[in-house]
């Protein structure tokens, strides 16, 4: 019978108080050994037990990347709450529309300045306590709910069917015996840096799953590309897990290819949006059996998972659906053959559903149990599935469908280009045109530059999917995730129209 990560976590502690299990990276940073993960989780417990926390009630936790982060969570945990990890810097209307959704017991922010709030402050005085003082910890179901804006912008969180024992569905998950991230590590305590933010299921799960399983996790606040690889040869990091933005600025770092990545033994890559030169040459930097690539989605919906040396042989896959039935089907819901792009719709195999939204968002469905979360794709002949965009995402223009993440990976394989967005405008005679928000990398000249990267793109792609009209930015405003709303910036230049350059 699996462990929960609490249970997983408790007995390391027991097992080797005196060693570091985890880092915060930064001035002034703080290593916490096993024995204070576990009896500082355990005094927190005691600080939010008192403020109301309980089983089957939410803490809200707003805070950037840090130790504390993760001791917040665990002491939720504790007490069988759930942990909703909200971006620590939203808008206050965003933020308070989330916390009226999730209902939450306690509120845990930097300052606790607000109504209701509690300080970091007042978290971190809480004294340690031994675990076994505390009542059985109950198992939080669900363990966590994620915080989405949706294609629309309408705030919902997403609470997905998991609890502490069960991981987050795919099959990667703890089952009482090591993943295979420790199975291969050749030594004790792998070293796990996380790079995303805590707020986001990419960086939550995986911290928290793989410091259940004896690694020794090193958060950074943020990312910084040469921040990070001083981290890996420093720590020796064994485990990483990029999002397709941070892995374009990795590769862009101009000192990588003199960096010792040697200890590196473990690259997980979110395969969907990540252009196809971008994973080449990260397989090129470790090798084909480092590099880990896969799908899934905060609903845990579907997963799947494969490594480099496979997608060698299936260029753009991003492996094969796990534990679900896949299907394609278009506009109207007619399923489509193998090689056809269509909506994405899975069903698990098990039965029931894989999560539920808590707000006015209302899940795609079919007749038979179907559900998507809105991407497009396809199924090739073998079962492999291939990411193509999101439904709401795509432009169609004079016609035709252009997916706007094969535009921006074209667009992104150019020198003089950090970061684009590509979305569609009104067009008199297209209807739609392709347009291109592009922040150039720093020094860039933009005179003239316009043409250079449609001419770019003209050489791999059809000319109908090149950019029509360009534009600079000095920052395009992505989440720390990686994240950014198309659709709002597609809004804001319809309200403002541009004049389109030649």
């Not at 009630?57 to 665990?74: G, H, I, Q, R, T």
């Not at 040469?226 to 000192?255: C, G, H, M, N």
């Amino acid at each position: 019978m699996a462990r929960t990560w609490l249970e997983l976590i408790d007995a390391l502690a027991a097992e080797h108080p005196e060693t570091v299990a985890i880092v915060e990276a930064g001035d002034p940073g703080e290593r916490l050994s096993w024995r204070d993960v576990s009896r500082r989780s355990a005094g927190i417990a005691r600080a939010f037990a008192a403020r109301g926390l309980g089983e089957g009630k939410v803490m809200c936790l707003e805070l950037p990347n840090s130790a504390a982060f993760m001791l917040c969570a665990l002491a939720a945990w504790r007490l069988g709450a759930t942990v909703a990890p909200l971006r620590w810097d939203l808008p206050e209307p965003e933020r308070l529309q989330l916390r009226a959704l999730a209902g939450p017991a306690v509120i845990v922010t930097a300052r606790g300045e607000g109504a209701g709030e509690t300080s970091l402050a007042e978290v971190l005085a809480a004294p340690p306590a031994d675990p076994a003082d505390l009542p059985p910890a109950p198992v939080a179901s669900p363990a966590w709910m994620s915080a989405s804006g949706g294609s629309t912008g309408s705030p919902k969180l997403i609470a997905p069917r998991v609890d502490t024992a069960l991981g987050d569905g795919t099959d990667m998950r703890f089952h009482g015996g090591r993943s295979n991230f420790a199975d291969n590590s050749g030594h004790r305590h792998p070293v796990h840096l996380v790079c995303t933010p805590l707020y986001h299921m990419h960086g939550f799960v995986l911290a928290f799953r793989t410091l259940s399983e004896d690694f020794r996790v090193v958060v950074m606040p943020h990312f910084e590309p040469e921040a990070f690889l001083d981290l890996v040869e420093r720590e020796r990091v064994a485990f990483v897990a990029l999002v397709p933005t941070i892995a374009v600025r990795l590769l862009k770092s101009p000192s990588i290819g003199s960096r010792d990545l040697s200890s590196i033994e473990n690259i997980i890559l979110g395969a969907g949006a990540t252009p196809d030169w971008a994973i080449r040459e990260l397989i090129a930097l470790t090798s084909p059996e480092t590099v880990k690539l896969g799908y899934g989605m905060s609903e845990s919906l579907a997963a799947s998972f494969l490594r480099g040396d496979e997608w060698l042989e299936h260029p753009g896959s991003v492996g094969k659906p796990i534990g679900v039935e896949t299907l394609v089907v278009d506009e109207q819901g007619n399923p489509l053959p193998a090689g056809e792009v269509g909506e994405l719709f899975f069903r698990p195999l098990g039965g029931g559903e894989a999560f539920r939204y808590v707000g006015d968002a209302v899940p795609r469905t079919l007749p038979g149990g179907w559900a998507s979360v809105g991407d497009l794709g396809r199924l090739d002949a073998e079962g492999y599935m291939y990411i193509v965009d999101r439904r709401t995402d795509m432009v169609k223009t004079g016609g035709a469908n252009v997916f706007v993440s094969e535009v921006e990976a074209a667009l992104l394989a150019h020198p003089e280009v950090a970061d684009v967005a590509v979305v569609g405008l009104p067009d008199p005679d297209w209807g739609r045109r392709v347009h291109a928000i592009v922040q150039p990398r720093a020094g860039a000249a933009t005179a003239g530059l316009d043409a250079l990267l449609r001419e770019h793109c003209k050489q791999r792609l059809a000319a109908y999917k090149a950019p029509r009209s360009f534009e600079f930015v000095a920052e395009l405003g992505r989440s720390d995730a990686g994240k950014i709303n198309r659709q709002a910036l597609a809004r804001a230049r319809e309200q403002e129209p541009l004049q389109e350059r030649p």
